[in-house]
């Protein structure tokens, strides 16, 4: 939730960032009203509580004469206070629901617009000029004994695969260099639950305009997670933190698990969008001031990762409609994909400022020990679709696929080579 201090000093400014993601500006005025609505309620209830309690001192002082009439007043203060604080519960939930309506506040910087609205930072390497045909990454892993698309159909549906022989070992090896190299980087490794309660998944943001994306197990009332971010967002969850030192870092290692509602006909093909992926993902509590520094870092242990498997990629700016309702900046990292002549999705950091803290109740103390909201930041260090950017990218014209250096200790040998 944005800070309705803010809100309340800057209006127009929440108003613009409403207008850069495409969402209704009205919102702004609306939340207003229920903030103004809830502050007199608390107003009339407080002030009524007062004089009730006032009355009843008046009434253990008064005399045996005047009892009667005192006391008729007081029950029907009691009864006034009774129906104000009825009415300040009502407006507490109309705050809360015009209060999540609104999404976090994009930074100066962050280009408007929709999905093609990015704005290219940087382009990190030479796309590959092949001498032959090059195969697209789903012929490369049937054919090296690495993906299995078909039986994962029959085992669970469409968008379901196996990772076989080799492509398990490449997944766990590409996984276990990022624990590594988080863990060399000062994150505490973590293995998370995939389930989650409703208020954590709503604490962070995702059963907004996303959560069709979610499954939810109904019987139990939990939700499958789409990344570990949700689970390490809660996990201090109510707490007060200790950010004296700096910035405290988590890496989870978890398999996710996306719905992928309304992308159908979308990246059918092969790995690139499935409903079970595994992933490991870097989640940040720092302090505000420190989140845009702390969002570089991120992105700069994301770009030594794409380094360590020699994938041509490029850094792009999302636009503040694509952004998600928590994000308020977000770099994405994208792999050239040969046979797709494009680039693609591998890696995305995003900047959650203060949004998902609040929402969570997490908070540090400042330098005086008064209780502040936390920042919170996230980054993908590793995950399946990272198997696309690799075959395609390393493919040789024989059918074989050289192995990055880096992920050859992992994997067991330097070439892949068709087992059929």
């Known amino acids: 939730m944005i800070d309705l201090r803010f809100l309340r ?39 009524l509580r007062a004089e009730h309690k006032a009355m009843g001192k008046l009434i253990g002082k008064a005399k045996p004469e005047e009892r009667s009439a005192l006391l008729a007043q007081g029950q029907e203060m009691s009864q006034q206070v009774k129906e104000a604080e009825v009415a300040q519960t009502a407006a507490d939930a109309e705050l809360e629901a015009a209060h999540r309506a609104i999404s976090n506040i994009v930074l100066d910087g962050v280009p408007a617009g ?18 032959f045909e090059p195969k ?17 159909a029959k085992v669970s549906g469409s968008r379901f695969h196996f990772l076989t022989g080799y492509g398990a070992l490449l997944q766990l090896g590409m996984l276990q260099l990022a624990a590594q190299r988080a863990v060399a980087n000062g994150f505490t490794m973590m293995i998370p639950p995939v389930l989650v309660r409703p208020e954590i998944m709503a604490g962070t943001g995702f059963l907004g305009a996303h959560s ?29 933190i200790d950010l004296s030192a700096g910035p405290v870092r988590y890496a989870g290692w978890s398999s996710c698990f996306r719905r992928e509602a309304g992308s159908y006909g979308k990246d059918t093909r092969g790995i690139i969008r ?35 498997v020699e994938v041509p990629y490029r850094i792009i700016d999302t636009a ?20 797709q002549r494009t680039y693609r999705e591998l890696t995305s950091t995003s900047n959650c400022t203060t949004f998902q803290a609040r929402r969570l109740s997490i908070r540090y103390r400042d330098e005086h020990g008064k209780p502040q909201i936390a920042a919170t930041l996230n980054g993908t260090l590793a995950t399946t679709r990272w198997i696309v950017a690799i075959l395609e990218n390393h493919q040789q014209a024989d059918g074989s696929v050289r192995v990055p250096a880096a992920l050859v200790p992992f994997v067991g040998t330097e070439v892949l080579r068709p087992v059929r």
């Not at 994405?332 to 040969?338: L, S």
């Open 9 to 47: 000093e800057n209006p127009e400014a929440v108003r613009a960032s409403q207008r850069a993601r495409g969402e209704d500006p009205a919102l702004v005025d609306a939340l207003l009203e229920a903030d103004a609505a809830r502050r007199a309620a608390v107003a009339t209830a407080d002030k």
């Open 114 to 131: 929709g999905e093609d609205d990015y704005v290219v930072l940087e382009t990190v390497g030479t796309p590959r000029e092949f001498d």
């Open 136 to 152: 697209d990454h789903l012929e490369l892993g049937e054919s090296l004994g690495m993906i299995d698309m078909e039986r994962g």
């Open 212 to 240: 069709a994306e979610i499954y939810r197990l109904e019987e139990d009332d939990l939700y499958l997670v789409g990344t570990s971010e949700v689970p390490m967002a809660g996990y201090h969850a109510g707490e007060i």
């Open 274 to 308: 499935v409903h079970q992926f595994d992933k490991v993902e870097m989640f940040v509590y720092c302090k505000p001031e420190e989140a845009e520094t702390e969002h570089r870092r991120l992105l700069g242990w994301e770009q030594d990762m794409l380094a360590a």
């Open 320 to 339: 503040a409609g694509d952004l998600g309702s928590s994000a308020a900046r977000k770099f994405d990292c994208e792999a050239w994909v040969p046979t």
